[in-house]
């Protein structure tokens, strides 16, 4: 995990293990755990054209489709660069989310980014995006070809 902490503090080992709640929450399918580690004001994005969060009982209902439309999940984060200021840290990497829908193992390879805001000695998920790669954009081109 690579660390950009314009002030110099590092804060990669407290960042790292919010990240590991968030992922032991989401591949238990624990929405009262992602909830307790989730900023009042979060808002975000998933891969599906639908998937936009607005507010707490946005993302509870996002959670609950999450977690209704596959029989087990797991999340895993690849490389992440992360950044803060005070009481603020941002990070994007690699992720992985692999589930068991209708009997069938699939495996999504996507980015997420992630801002995090400390409140009471706490870091909290102010904001998340998730996001599969244009599969019909060639690598080594900026635009997907027509």
Known sequence: MKNNMPNGIDYRAEIVAALDKYKIAYS?????????????????????????????DELKRQLHRDFAQCEDLDIDFGPMAVAGDGNVAWCAG???????????RMRLR?????????????????????????????????????
């Open 28 to 56: 238990k399918k624990d929405s009262s755990m992602l909830l307790a580690t989730t900023d009042e004001g979060f808002f975000g994005f998933g891969s599906g054209p639908d998937e936009r969060v607005d507010n707490i």
């Open 94 to 104: 690699d992720c992985i989310i692999s589930a068991t829908v209708g009997g069938e």
């Open 110 to 146: 996507g980015r997420m980014t992630v801002v995090l805001r400390k409140a009471d000695g706490k870091w909290l998920f102010a904001h998340t995006h998730f996001s599969v790669p244009d599969r019909e954009q060639s690598e080594g081109q900026s635009f997907p070809e027509t």
